[in-house]
């Protein structure tokens, strides 16, 4: 897994952020560090599922979501969401 800086480091967040999108996304200009981290996070696990996590249906906060992910990603393992695979929302 890459080396995705959390919200708690917000300085190396920002920087691995900017590095790949720029500056000029609204989470970024008002260090909203949750959806920055979870951006980065969503594209790592693209790179290795193929698929991106959702947050329609999401119950955890941003933060709570990220921290699976990383689990996900640590584990080679797929996240569950709890839907249903073909379900439509």
Known sequence: MKNIPTAKEPKKLKAAYK?????????????????LELRLLNDAYYEMFGDY??????????????????????SNTPY??????????
Request: hydrophobic share 35%; aromatic share 10%; net charge negative.
């Open 19 to 35: 590095e790949a999108y720029g500056d000029s996304a609204y989470d970024y200009q008002h260090d909203n560090y949750d959806a």
């Open 53 to 74: 996590v959702g947050t329609m249906c999401l119950s955890l906060s941003l933060a709570e979501l990220n921290l699976e992910i990383r689990k996900s990603l640590e």
């Open 80 to 89: 569950n969401d709890g839907v249903p695979y073909g379900a439509l929302i």
